[in-house]
């Protein structure tokens, strides 16, 4: 059963264009969603990550936008850069629970072409 | 660099061997993750394991096992192994006590089962 269905499966996007990939989740109890950000041959590095509480946080050029009445969110990249080119992975997790496990989505390739 | 290190970096090994990859969880952190990332399943949660007790199940095969020792250090057991079984494998650890839930991930042990 995914929980966490992410789309696109991969992007292609301009220099300084925007990438936006949106995840959606069916388990109500999830309450921490996360992205990360994996390059090639590396484990994957939190990127910015937000609670239900807000439906919108910002670190630099990227920015979570959160609709708990819908399950779902999304990741946005202002300002591509080649240097963005990464597999993203929207995750969800019950925090502090008995096993705070993420449950990944499938991922999103990127390429930011230059 | 995470502060989560992973033994050893690549494992090649036969069907129906048995492996044991490692993981040193970052410096204070008691909780610690075991994940899977293949190309047909993405990242899955496997187990995870709290102070040197097991605090929760994913989808384990039973020939795989693990175990959190008094350092905190954990070890993954994968026995009987089956080409299927190749996949990147996570390890990732966090401060549950504390007022993140964020997981970081190690670099990861990519096994091949020829």
């Known amino acids: 059963q995914q929980q966490v269905k992410q789309s696109p499966q991969s992007l292609i996007v301009q220099k300084g264009g925007i990438s936006i990939i949106n995840c959606a989740y069916e388990n109500t109890a999830f309450d921490y969603f996360p992205w990360y950000q994996q390059f090639p041959g590396k484990g994957p590095a939190l990127l910015i990550a937000?609670?239900?509480?807000?439906s919108e946080k910002k670190e630099g050029r990227f920015t979570i936008s959160f609709n708990k009445s819908a399950k779902q969110f999304s990741l946005h990249i202002m300002d591509s850069q080649p240097g963005d080119s990464a597999t993203y992975f929207c995750?969800?997790?019950?925090?502090?629970?008995?096993?705070?496990?993420?449950?990944f989505g499938g991922g999103t390739r990127v390429l930011v072409k230059p | 660099d995470s502060g989560v290190t992973q033994t050893p970096k690549h494992l090649i090994t036969a069907t129906g061997q048995r492996v044991t990859l490692r993981c040193s969880p970052r410096?204070?952190?008691?909780?610690v993750y075991w994940y899977q990332q293949s190309l047909d399943q993405g990242l899955q949660f496997l187990i995870q394991?709290?102070?040197?007790?097991?605090?929760a199940k994913g989808n384990i095969l039973e020939r795989f096992s693990a175990q959190q020792f008094p350092d905190l250090h954990s070890e993954l057991n994968l026995s009987s192994l089956e080409l299927g079984d190749s996949a990147l494998y996570f390890c990732?650890?966090?401060?549950?006590?504390?007022?993140?839930?964020?997981?970081?991930f190690g670099p990861g042990t990519r096994l091949t089962v020829l």
């Open positions: 410096s204070g952190d008691l909780s």
């Open positions: 394991y709290y102070n040197g007790e097991e605090r």
């Open positions: 937000i609670r239900p509480d807000v």
């Open positions: 995750a969800a997790s019950k925090s502090r629970a008995a096993g705070n496990k993420l449950t």
């Open positions: 990732a650890s966090s401060d549950i006590s504390g007022d993140t839930d964020t997981q970081y």
